[in-house]
Nanobody, 127 residues
């Protein structure tokens, strides 16, 4: 199994910044650590969960949704089994629950290709 625990969400004003963290653990994760892509999705009320960003094990490959390019930065620290999402220039439309995602061997950009999910962390942006 893989456990993903997010933190760092909160209430911020438009234009502000947040840094989300997601710590991964579990025997399955440790046994295949080099094969895990870690990423972020988000889900706003009444909408489907959508892809935000993903990063390869080495960190050498990243991918972003068009809506967040230039404002969001994904990174990971493999020594800590943690992936981060730096969110800058926040907009009210960024308000959502942000979910950490783990996909083994897949550069997952759709929710159907994700193997494990975190419990989510709320990000609320006020105008």
């Amino acid at each position: 199994q893989v456990q993903l625990v997010e933190s760092g969400g909160g209430l911020v004003q438009a234009g502000g910044s947040l840094r989300l963290s997601c710590a991964a653990s579990g025997r399955t994760f440790s046994n295949y650590a080099m094969g895990w892509f870690l990423g972020w999705f988000r889900q706003a009320p009444g909408l489907e969960r959508e892809f935000v960003s993903i990063i390869s094990w080495s960190g050498g490959a990243t991918y972003y949704a068009d809506s967040v390019k230039g404002r969001f930065t994904i990174s990971r620290d493999n020594a800590k089994n943690t992936v981060y999402l730096q969110i800058n220039s926040l907009k009210p439309e960024d308000t959502a629950v942000y979910y950490c995602a783990a996909a083994r061997g897949v550069f997952a950009t759709t929710r159907h290709t994700v193997d494990y999910w975190g419990q989510g962390t709320q990000v609320t942006v006020s105008s």
